[in-house]
């Protein structure tokens, strides 16, 4: 990843269409995953970073070259990059994989890297901590790992200075909130609190349809996406039972005695 | 009724969808409006109707969403987008509360396309941009004296030199109160009766006078005034399409009720659903006699029709939305059915949504009740249900009378 030169920043947004927050999530007859029947909608996280994105261009105006955003799914993935470029990014890369094939983290992370190769350079990768399907969290810290690049995980708050080719995270950690410097070109990944996704408005919904949309393959980049990690079986978890009143200290003792969960006479 | 039908005529292929599929774009606007009517105006809607006054927030909204501007072409600041949008984003406001979606529907279905479609060149590019941008129209057409007899108002325009003269007043028009710009028709010429209606843009500050805002039964955030005309004096460039439409103030008005019933018709089937939506996850949480009172036949074959009725007053909806865009075919009689129909299923649902949950729909505090009286205007405003069904009769004595 080739940073493009000073004062021009060139950011990279991947997205992925998972199902939709709000869909109450439900195992399938034959425990293999959920019900994908359901509606779908771009990753919350995912969401947030093309909102920064677009934050940031507001911010530094013509400094920021252009917003690519790419996803990596079913042909219909390709709603969800309707809905980032209607959000306010410049052009769009769908690489296309099988109707039901999965995609793990190290596969997406070297696909990307492979996007990047082709159309870049990028100067900031903005993804989402984690996709609220499989709620891996990987794919930024391996993508980072196979560029060789600075990441900035979780962030919460992201300035960049385009000039000195840094950037400044705020990273919200167990007891409080650590402040990391990072040279561009960098991965960040987005935490919930680092902005508040706007509503694609009308006009900007049918400016979307006119912007360029690139179609590629895992094939056209040299990818193998086979997966590595088998899935033996996907469960509910146990339904939750009804808990229970006691009168007293001495009446729970006992109680959990019986249970085994206290040393003493069961 | 016997007729030969020839089929000579070679037709391209249409494409036969479903009323339910939408394009790409479609399916965007309806979910990025869903979100806006959830997070922005969902939280203000008791407080609202409670007030009988509309959040100026929730009007810089919708203007800032491009929903005052659907079909207004990007030059002049709008979206660029289709009637089926508009009507999309009706019922999709509707589910959350009727009275913003009316405010939308009227300034969208109404007031722009008048411009757009009967406007001078210098009147589209004056107004339509404003109209998109920030700036509240009304239709001004009812009477203290006519209300479904339309045309027999009483407003007159008198000629003083390059400027009308307007005097009478004008009632129940929707978003007056918060609007800057009147759609007004005013009779320039009694003697030829109603070929005498024309219609003027009259802005506020030329002299509009608000006489009284009307307090009401439901969507009583969306604003209802009569309003004053006391020798308004409007520029002679402000005739709507210009000096060649006067006279036509008429034909204007009975164009565009034709299609806003469309509007309406949308307003009613989100209401009706936003209603069901409520009430129906209720059910399932609500036990009685040992188990979830949804559950009961009764309470089933009762959801189960309602939620027929919805989806068919949809369908209508739908199709003369497209029949009178998309195609650009005769849509009269599916726009008035549409809208007769989605009024009436509108009040069964939202009546029903409060029985299923009890003494719970019937507060204030839950807003379905609320549901049940804003859904009693949509017999009324645009055409009455006893309206519709003259429009669709004499449709039918048309096609049937020998």
Redesign the interface.
């Known amino acids: 990843m080739r940073p493009t030169p000073r004062s021009l920043l060139r950011i990279l947004v991947p997205v992925k269409r998972c199902v939709d927050y709000a869909v109450k999530i439900r195992v399938n007859a034959q425990q293999t995953g959920v019900e994908t029947n359901v509606k779908h909608?771009m990753n919350p996280f995912d969401e947030i970073a093309v909102e920064e994105a677009v934050r940031l261009r507001e911010r530094l105006k013509d400094a920021v070259k252009g917003i690519t955003a790419v996803t990596i799914g079913p042909s219909k993935a390709q709603?969800t990059l309707?809905?980032a470029l209607?959000m306010g990014a410049d052009d769009a890369v769908h690489v296309e994989t099988p109707e039901a094939a999965i995609v793990e983290p190290l596969a997406v992370a070297k696909l990307l890297r492979a996007v990047m190769d082709k159309k870049g350079p990028y100067d900031l990768v903005i993804l989402g901590k984690q996709a609220i399907d499989d709620d891996a969290g990987q794919t930024g810290q391996m993508l980072a790992g196979l560029l060789g690049c600075a990441q900035a995980t979780f962030a919460s708050k992201l300035d960049v200075d385009v000039g000195a080719g840094t950037a400044d995270v705020t990273r919200e950690i167990d007891g409080g909130l650590e402040q990391v410097r990072v040279k561009l070109p960098a991965i960040v990944t987005a935490d919930l609190r680092l902005n508040e996704p706007r509503?694609?408005?009308?006009?900007?919904?049918?400016?979307?349809?006119k912007k360029p949309l690139e179609k590629l393959k895992p094939e056209d980049l040299g990818v193998d996406i086979t997966p590595r990690l088998q899935m033996l079986k996907v469960t509910e978890p146990p339904k939750r039972v009804g808990g229970q009143k006691v009168d007293n200290v001495d009446e729970l003792i006992a109680k959990l005695k019986k249970a085994g969960v206290l040393p003493g006479a069961a | 009724m016997y007729r030969t039908i020839s089929t000579t005529a070679v037709r391209r292929e249409p494409t036969l969808n479903s009323l339910s599929t939408f394009t790409d774009e479609e399916e965007m606007l309806r979910e990025s409006v869903r979100r806006f009517a959830h997070d922005v105006v969902g939280p203000k809607v008791r407080e609202m109707d409670e007030n009988e006054s509309m959040d100026p927030a929730v009007i810089k909204g919708l203007f800032e969403q491009g929903l005052m501007g659907i079909e207004t072409s990007p030059e002049l600041g709008g979206s660029g987008s289709s009637f089926t949008s508009a009507i999309i984003a009706i019922e999709e406001l509707a589910k959350v509360d009727p009275s913003v979606s009316v405010m939308c529907d009227v300034h969208n279905t109404l007031v722009n396309t008048i411009f757009r479609t009967r406007g001078t060149k210098e009147q589209q590019e004056k107004y339509l941009p404003r109209l998109s941008e920030g700036t509240l129209g009304c239709f001004c057409l009812s009477e203290p004296v006519s209300g479904s007899d339309a045309f027999a108002l009483q407003t007159r325009a008198v000629k003083q030199g390059n400027k009308w003269v307007i005097s009478g007043s004008k009632m129940w028009i929707t978003n007056s109160y918060e609007a800057d710009i009147f759609l007004v028709f005013a009779n320039v010429d009694f003697s030829k009766g109603y070929k005498g209606i024309t219609c003027f843009i009259v802005e506020k500050d030329m002299g509009i006078k608000i006489a009284k805002k009307e307090q009401k039964l439901g969507i009583r955030a969306s604003s209802t005034c009569t309003i004053a005309f006391d020798e308004v004096e409007v520029p002679e460039e402000n005739i709507m399409g210009g000096e060649a439409a006067i006279g036509q103030g008429y034909k204007i008005a009975i164009e565009i009720l034709n299609e806003g019933r469309i509007g309406i018709a949308g307003q009613m089937v989100g209401l009706a659903q936003g209603a069901f939506d409520k009430a129906v996850p209720y059910t399932y949480e609500r036990k009685q006699f040992g188990k979830a009172i949804g559950e009961f036949q009764g309470m089933q074959f009762q959801m189960a029709e309602v939620a027929t009725e919805i989806e068919a007053a949809r369908l209508l909806t739908y199709n003369a939305a497209r029949r009178r865009k998309e195609e650009g075919r005769e849509f009269l009689k599916e726009a008035a059915m549409a809208k007769y129909y989605a009024s009436q299923v509108a009040q069964k649902a939202a009546g029903a949504a409060i029985e299923w949950c009890g003494g719970v729909g019937f507060t204030r505090e839950t807003g379905i009740e609320k549901f049940w009286r804003d859904s009693k205007i949509g017999a009324i405003y645009e055409g009455t249900s006893n309206i519709q069904l003259q429009t669709i009769a004499k449709l039918l004595q048309k096609e049937y009378k020998q």
Not at chain 1, 199 to 209: Q, V
Request: proline content about 6%.
């Open positions: 909608s709603e309707r809905t209607a509503y694609a408005s009308l006009p900007n919904i049918m400016k979307a349809k």
